[in-house]
């Protein structure tokens, strides 16, 4: 690929970059990357991504732009409400970076649709704010062989992983079934320091970054749990399950289905006391940081 004057004027604190130099950023602008969720943390996923230079940004939401999400979703602005969110974060970041080519899909991911969406793509980013969804992500990137990047935000709490299929664990290894309705709270119920987004956010961007370079160490096989109230930052090592139903030895889950349909059953369980840590249930995790394993 032969840049523009303007485009290596553009790219030029990456082209310096050692790590990325002019082939990096060609890499990055042949990269194909799918945004799940144009709220708290896909717009900042998004935004650094297309200022980065992304070639090929899709961009999944059904929802419309609510007064109430202005606190923390970057790419909408006042004049926005009432909009949807794929047309308004699209307008961003076309107006931030021309060089990128914006894909909305203005529709909600199901089990019907999940694999023909996330065919077009090199790498998924789950920026959704729930456990159906989240887990519907995971498996159809694990049975598609799709880099998947996650985080989650709840009140001043955030986590982040990576999955690489085939080469380590998935969500369901941590996380083998999705709790029953109202188990965790929503960012509607029990609230989200807007900064928050911005700091899950940035850093699922940079694990993205990082894919399409083939450079440092990426969060696969860990997770990364932050709290801002203490400022913790903790690195929780993620065991592969040899029985996970979707990436284990004797893998029962061949296709995507619908998780909404599945909580109800573990209705059961929803008196275990929930945990303190953002969408994790009650463990205890032992070790120093960097070491520790869930247990």
Do not use: W
Not at 160 to 167: C, S, W
């Amino acid at each position: 690929m032969e840049f523009t004057d303007e485009q290596i004027e553009r790219y030029s604190r990456h082209i310096i970059l050692k790590e990325v130099g002019g082939k990096g950023q060609e890499k990055i602008a042949a990269a194909r990357v799918l945004v799940i969720g144009a709220g708290g943390l896909g717009c900042p996923v998004a935004y650094y991504l297309a200022a980065a230079g992304v070639g090929t940004l899709g961009i999944v939401d059904s929802d419309a732009v609510d007064l109430s999400n202005l606190q923390r979703q970057i790419l909408h602005h006042t004049p926005d409400v009432g909009r949807p969110k794929v047309q308004s974060a699209g307008e961003k970041l076309s107006a931030l970076n021309p060089d990128v080519r914006v894909v909305p899909h203005r529709q909600r991911l199901t089990s019907q649709n999940v694999l023909s969406v996330i065919a077009d793509y090199d790498i998924v980013v789950d920026g959704t704010d729930n456990f159906p969804a989240r887990f519907l992500i995971n498996d159809a990137c694990v049975l598609s062989g799709k880099p998947l990047v996650h985080g989650g935000i709840l009140r001043f709490e955030g986590q982040l992983t990576t999955i690489l299929p085939g080469r380590g664990p998935c969500y369901r290894c941590l996380f083998p079934e999705p709790p029953p309705p109202g188990f965790v709270p929503s960012c509607q119920e029990a609230g989200v320091l807007g900064a928050i987004a911005g700091v899950i956010g940035t850093l699922q961007a940079t694990e993205v970054l990082k894919l399409i370079l083939g450079i440092g160490e990426t969060l696969a096989g860990y997770l990364l749990t932050v709290d801002l109230l203490t400022m913790e930052f903790r690195r929780v090592r993620i065991p592969k399950n040899a029985e996970c139903e979707v990436c284990g030895e004797h893998p029962s889950i061949l296709a995507p289905f619908d998780y909404r349909r599945r909580t109800i059953n573990h209705a059961r369980n929803a008196r275990r006391p929930r945990s303190p840590v953002v969408g994790i249930p009650p463990t205890h995790v032992a070790g120093p940081p960097g070491r520790t394993r869930i247990t």
